[in-house]
């Protein structure tokens, strides 16, 4: 049959490629990974590399060798395996196991992320209570792709894996770290290096290039963060579009701060403790305090106020000052209804504004009546209508240092050698089969 057959092809040049990635030694990745944290060194960015831990367990010496570099290492499951499907009590016992491993080799690491991206609530309930600092498993997708370039059978492949790995929409949803069940989520933007090389059958650098730039392009104009993922087994096509993002991520202007997750979810969880205190002096004056770290953004909009400012981006000027008067004819702050779901308030406050619920819409030059109830789904419209209006408005920036966005370069570690790659499969099976 011809399904049969294009079925046998598309196996036949997996093998291939899987082939040509890895070796029976891991010199061939110890190569690759070398020459990726080269790239990345030289641009003043650390990597990282969420690594399974049962390959841990066959390479410590490899590991612990690249463990010297300028690197950072995550959880990437216990083994290889589609945690979804689990029980919590495999997933737990599993992420134990795991981190047994990385101690006794003496490797440290900061969060987790999902083999194939896909965990579920359990798995969060699971993080949670070993204590890891973040997860990085969510998806978010960027629309960049040009349908018309590819063969039907490529877009079909491309498809699949969306299916698969189930993304939100980053026309719907805000490309941001968030907390989630009481751990921080950091998604990972797609198109990855592998939904470009393996399934979109894309090998010109500059077509790799192309699409990471569009995203690293957008992203920088709404404020977000990249979270972008490259696999060391394909770092010889991809380096030169890895060199690019890093390149023009270093040269704009308000910066974007180049972070590990572990960075990363480190800052979600500061700037959460940031407060303001504004009293009202009369006059349309308030006495603002900033309650916060060194490290916070402190941007005013729409308003004067009594010490040195700089211009910064949207219509934002940036303040060095923690403690200062605001002038403007309105209280510098979203005003929301009495009945807003805490939900809306608390992202709101995690956007970095001073939110007052209140029955009093005229003291705002911003307000929301309606946000009893909020979803996910609101959250990318409210935070644009506050852009495009003209209320004056005190608040923290998403990002430490002045940065206007953040950028973070990511690359699960799932194999090292053929004979893992064959493991892989085996421990799945085994572990499926009792
Ligand atoms: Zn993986």
Redesign the pocket.
Known sequence: MPGESRGARNLLSRVRAILSRFGITPRKIEADLNRYVDITQRFGCVPTF?L?AVTLSRHPELIRKLSGREVEFAV?GYI?TDYRSLPIETQTSDFKKAIDVFESCQICFTGFRA??LRGNGETLEALVKLDFAYDSSDTIWWDVVDKGKYTKQAWNEYRKLLDFYKPRSAQEYLALPRFKSGIVEIPVSIPDDEVMVDRLGITDARELTRIWEMILQRIYARGELFTLQLHHERISLCASALETILQQARELNPPVWIATLGEIAEWWKEKDQFTFGIDSQGDGEYRAKANCSEKATLLLRNCKVDRPTAEWSGGYQSIDAKDFVVECPKRPCVGVGPDSSPHAISFLKSEGFIVEQSDQPHNYGIYFANLADFKEADEKPISEAIERSNAPLLRYGRWPDKAKSALAITG?I?SLTLIDFVMRMFEVWRQNGR
């Open positions: 969420p399974t990437h290889h083999p194939y699960d799932d």
